[in-house]
């Protein structure tokens, strides 16, 4: 059955599941979210992008060969553009979009308008699905089902840049805030990918679970959860040791299909792959109220009175030290005075 709807959640939009199910009113209207309407937006509906501002969205019809542009005040479609054959998702890129074609194994680019740009097309494989929620510095991720591959996708330019490798069918994977690590659920494999994009290497291969066809990344990325359709079940991964460390499936419903992550803030600086990192601090100078004008002051050792010092061992560097002679302090050498301000009292 094709789904033609999207439910608008306040505050959270969804598009319709991929299972087939049209959303219904939920039975209870006293928690967190509630439906606050209904949009028929054309058939299947996959892909979804929302504005800055949360007032439009994006949708990627793959059963139509197009994008619907939805104003979420009105609850309405307000344009439809033509977008290849089967596009999957979309992301925003410089000056357009970039849509991914399932059954073309291309991306296309599209322009603000949504003209699709003559010449812009990139093969990246046979089935290329969703794109990674966010961007890291300029750069997003998207996987192709049936090439096993995972791309590197530059949004300033809207072009592929390369791909790594990675388990049998893989289906959309999730980045961590700092671009380091991309976590790639293996549907036919039942495992997850753990890619290194700094080096460009595959860091581990975590056999979690049978037909995993989706996951998020916690909010404080110490976690990746994973929905293991093979089992009904969802298995969380360790961002720091790649180990299995729990298992839940009460509750979870057969065939669990994808795992959604509450997007917050990035992780505090010092804080990565889920450890939290203490930054060294340099040690506080011991200080003292001065005895008059309030002012703060530096315990510092006695000097003997004398002209020049030179420090041991650095001779070769030409280095000396001024005494407490030079500063006005003892000695034969008489201080100079510097002129007051206006004001001032000499001390």
Same mark, same amino acid.
């Given at each position: 059955?094709?789904?033609?709807?999207?439910?608008?959640?306040?505050?959270?939009?969804?598009?319709?599941?991929?299972?087939?199910?049209?959303?219904?009113?939920?039975?209870?209207?006293?928690?967190?979210?509630?439906?606050?309407?209904?949009?028929?937006?054309?058939?299947?509906?996959?892909?979804? @992008?929302?504005?800055?501002?949360?007032?439009?969205?994006?949708?990627?019809?793959?059963?139509?060969?197009?994008?619907?542009?939805?104003?979420? &005040?009105?609850?309405?479609?307000?344009?439809?553009?033509?977008?290849?054959?089967?596009?999957?998702?979309?992301?925003?890129?410089?000056?357009?979009?970039?849509?991914? #074609?399932?059954?073309?194994?291309?991306?296309?680019?599209?322009?603000?308008?949504?003209?699709?740009?003559?010449?812009?097309?990139?093969?990246?494989?046979?089935?290329?699905?969703?794109? /990674?929620?966010?961007?890291?510095?300029?750069?997003?991720?998207? /996987?192709?089902?049936? &090439?096993? @591959?995972?791309?590197?996708?530059?949004?300033?330019? +809207?072009?592929?840049?390369?791909?790594?490798?990675?388990?049998?069918?893989?289906?959309?994977?999730?980045?961590?805030?700092?671009?380091?690590?991309?976590?790639?659920?293996?549907?036919?494999?039942?495992?997850? &990918?753990?890619?290194?994009?700094?080096?460009?290497?595959?860091?581990?291969?975590?056999?979690?679970?049978?037909?995993?066809? +989706?996951? *998020?990344?916690?909010?404080?990325?110490?976690?990746?959860?994973?929905?293991?359709?093979?089992?009904?079940?969802? *298995?969380?991964?360790?961002?720091?040791?790649?180990?299995? /460390?729990?298992?839940?499936?009460?509750?979870?419903?057969?065939?669990?299909?994808?795992?959604? +992550?509450? @997007?917050?803030?990035?992780?505090? *600086?010092? #804080?990565?792959?889920?450890?939290?990192?203490?930054?060294?601090?340099?040690?506080?100078?011991?200080?003292?109220?001065?005895?008059?004008?309030?002012?703060?002051?530096?315990?510092?050792?006695?000097?003997?009175?004398?002209?020049?010092?030179?420090?041991?061992?650095?001779?070769?560097?030409?280095?000396?030290? @001024?005494?407490?002679?030079?500063?006005?302090?003892?000695?034969?050498?008489?201080?100079?005075?510097?002129?007051?301000?206006?004001?001032?009292?000499?001390?």
């Amino acid at each position: 059955m094709r789904v033609r709807t999207l439910a608008a959640v306040v505050p959270l939009a969804l598009a319709a599941a991929a299972c087939g199910e049209s959303p219904r009113e939920p039975d209870d209207t006293d928690g967190p979210f509630r439906v606050g309407a209904t949009i028929d937006v054309g058939a299947a509906p996959h892909g979804i @992008r929302f504005s800055p501002d949360g007032d439009t969205a994006w949708v990627a019809l793959s059963g139509e060969g197009g994008i619907a542009v939805v104003d979420l &005040s009105e609850s309405a479609v307000v344009a439809r553009w033509e977008a290849g054959e089967a596009p999957l998702d979309l992301v925003r890129v410089e000056g357009g979009w970039l849509v991914s #074609q399932f059954r073309d194994s291309t991306l296309i680019r599209l322009d603000d308008e949504g003209r699709i740009v003559p010449g812009a097309v990139w093969d990246v494989g046979a089935g290329p699905s969703l794109f /990674t929620p966010g961007t890291v510095r300029g750069e997003t991720w998207i /996987t192709t089902e049936f &090439s096993d @591959r995972l791309w590197t996708v530059d949004t300033r330019d +809207g072009t592929p840049r390369g791909f790594h490798a990675t388990g049998d069918r893989p289906y959309p994977a999730d980045v961590m805030w700092d671009g380091s690590y991309a976590f790639v659920p293996n549907l036919d494999a039942g495992s997850v &990918s753990v890619i290194d994009l700094l080096n460009g290497e595959l860091d581990a291969t975590v056999e979690a679970c049978p037909g995993p066809p +989706g996951g *998020a990344l916690t909010p404080d990325q110490v976690t990746y959860v994973v929905a293991c359709g093979g089992s009904d079940e969802v *298995a969380f991964i360790n961002t720091a040791s790649f180990a299995v /460390t729990g298992r839940v499936s009460d509750g979870i419903g057969p065939r669990p299909f994808s795992v959604v +992550g509450a @997007r917050g803030r990035p992780p505090r *600086a010092g #804080q990565q792959r889920g450890r939290q990192h203490r930054l060294r601090r340099r040690p506080r100078i011991p200080r003292r109220r001065a005895a008059a004008g309030g002012r703060r002051a530096t315990h510092r050792p006695p000097r003997a009175p004398g002209r020049r010092a030179r420090v041991r061992g650095e001779r070769d560097l030409g280095h000396a030290r @001024r005494t407490g002679a030079d500063r006005g302090v003892g000695g034969d050498r008489p201080r100079r005075d510097r002129p007051l301000r206006p004001g001032a009292r000499r001390r």
